[in-house]
């Protein structure tokens, strides 16, 4: 059974960072894809960044360009979204996606992933 376990949410102000971590445990995802997907209220789930285990390829939403950064640890199979000079806007529940082997194509479709954790609230107050 795959598990993914976000962690590092919370309250920042407007401007501030937060890092996010995402565990796996139940597989060796050494040639999977990891995402980051964010929901806040009243809007659809939208993509937020996305990166391969093995030759680090990663990929970004336009609005997330610049700020955000994704990163990963293959020896700890923890991936990470650093989030820098946050916004009001990016208050939501993040969620890390895990997909299994197949072409780095479409990965910033919902549908690509096919484990998904519980999700972790981040609060941007302004």
């Known amino acids: 059974q795959v598990q993914l376990v976000e962690s590092g949410g919370g309250l920042v102000q407007a401007g501030g960072s937060l890092r996010l971590s995402c565990a796996v445990s139940?597989?060796?995802?050494?040639?999977?894809?990891m995402g980051w997907f964010r929901q806040a209220p009243g809007k659809e789930r939208e993509f937020v960044a996305a990166i391969s285990w093995r030759g680090g390829r990663s990929y970004y939403a336009e609005s997330m360009k610049g700020r955000f950064t994704i990163s990963r640890d293959n020896a700890k199979n923890t991936v990470y979204l650093q989030m820098n000079s946050l916004k009001s806007e990016d208050t939501a529940v993040y969620y890390c996606?895990?997909?299994?082997?197949?072409?780095?194509?479409?990965?910033?479709?919902?549908?690509?992933?096919?484990?998904w954790g519980q999700g972790t609230q981040v609060t941007v107050s302004s």
């Open positions: 139940g597989r060796t995802f050494s040639s999977d894809a």
């Open positions: 996606a895990a997909a299994k082997p197949k072409p780095l194509t479409g990965w910033a479709n919902q549908r690509y992933y096919d484990y």
